[in-house]
């Protein structure tokens, strides 16, 4: 069927597009209502039909390919490979439900997963889909004081760790910062249960309240649990993602919605089916590894691969390796993983047979073409950008080479997917921008199945941070577009303090709370520079209340290291004597960032202090108090 006929059917009439995509999904009562709107920007997709993500990403493949794998975990770091049909998957899921249950979580009960790219984190998070308990994964990279910080948000039932990661033959122990973590919380959760891989042997114990996971499966060994059935709009997890304050968001998805967008998208974008293999080199605490490390490629019955470990180790070969030995249809990676093989020799590109590979998607950063182009001429494969957010939980512009392949633009993460009303607008006025013209990218409500529902706990945060921007009701992405005459989208970067580290979102509000714990600080600026590998890094330009600015700038980094994780340390800390603000005492950011990025610091008109601008400039050709 051709895109644009598909398209539009999803927009004119969405309650029979997405009642005949409900069909991809096994449903224990059928929806009563495809689209309840009655609350906008609210909305109830499939309402009242019942269903559950476990089953539908195990149980329901059980008879046509039970012997089939269903997830490869690969780690080049512990060297361990693990193949894992569906029958096992089935097993060890029942096995790990049996186990929430015996540890008193139940349904609509939380329960944060705390690990790294290992076969027992898909297992925890299918466990807490099959009995209902909502699942919030938290990021491996990050340290204590952001897990704290998810912790009292979601209050959960059980945290479930690994003993440690690793990471270029480095252990990095996971089990102290869950300690630290439990400590900061008001509200730790009563148990922790880890995983252990031997990797940390010395990994504490507290007596009470953590539970050793190979003892409790052995009493669980053979164990079966019914599925719990959901109202498709329960929630089935959280995934927190940073915002404009140093609070993060508690993304929250349903349950129907999402399995049917996913089931979606698995054959019309990514063009993967049953029997079919995929891989996806995200982490399963980002949104890509939920939806196609986990529930996408399950819920069609494909072969998902999990990989443990970085781009370049054994060698620069090893994603190719993989998939010439697993067959892999679609790749899906980041652009900042292809800029790091980018730094190695060309030739590993062509060591492995990939007659298999049929597609490269890149997603979470603008894809720049010099890298777009080095990969498609190394492997010789149609690349395909494309655009979501941790909100959308699938793309919301890409092209769709499972149903009707239109041409690559370089630069384009290309066409609206199914369901998608996009606009680009004038910020200030709210009118549509014409073809070619800067404007902000929206979705009209409702919102398609699969994007957030709300954010956990907190509808007037919801509403307020994405709904409250235009006169009219529409959702911002906060990202600024451009559209051209064919209708390809074209991404400029965010309206909001958000920046993207290798594809990593961090919160600049949150990177400078942490530098402001440091005593010696009296206010700090973060700002995301350009950076020819990760897109963008934290720069810190901050005043301080006393002390020596060579001490007080490591101290800020060590601190964000700590308390946030290595992803968000800041590249270069400068300290300087005030910073720019407006004169109503706003941060300018922007004039912080041109300058930075050696640019024009644009209109200042509004400076309080044009000494402050004289200063940075000063602080730039100096050089950093660290780092750099
Ligand atoms: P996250 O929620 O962490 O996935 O970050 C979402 C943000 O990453 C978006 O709002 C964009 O700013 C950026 N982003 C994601 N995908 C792309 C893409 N294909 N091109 C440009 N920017 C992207």
Redesign the pocket.
Known sequence: MRYEAFHQRSIDDPEGFWAEQARAIDWHTPPQKILDYRDPPFRRWFSGGTTNLCHNAVDRHLDARGEQLALVAISSETGVTREISYRELFDEVNVFASMLKSLDVGRGDRVVIYMPNMAEAVFAMLACARIGAVHSVVFGGFASHNLALRIDDARPKLLICADAGMRGGKVIAYKPLVDAACTEAQHPPPHVLMVSRGLDPDASRVEGRDVDYDALRAAHAGARVEVEWLESNEPSYLLY??GTTGKPKGVQRDVGGYAVALALSMWSIYDVRAGQVMFSTSDVG???GHSYNVYGPLIVGATSILYEGLPTNPDPGVWWSICEKYGVRTMFSS?TGIRVLKKQDAAWLKKHDLSQLQWLF??????DEPTAHWITDGIGKTII????????GWPV?SLMPGLDMKPVKFGS?GLPAPGYRLRVIDDVSGADVGAGEKGVLVIEPPLPPGCLTTVWGDDARFMQSYFSHFKELLYS???WAIRDEDGYTF?L??TDD?I?VA???LGTREIEESCSTHPSVAEAAVIGVHDALKGQVPVVFATLREGDAAAAAEGMRARVVEQLGAVARPARVYVVGALPKTRSGKLLRRSLQALAEQRDPGDLSTLDDPGALDEVRRALERGADSGG
Do not use: K
């Open positions: 993602t940073s980002w949104a890509v652009p890149l997603a979470g950063e603008p894809l950008d494309n655009y979501w957010q941790t909100e959308t512009l993460p992405s906060l990202d991404i970067g965010r958000v993207n594809g990593h979102r």
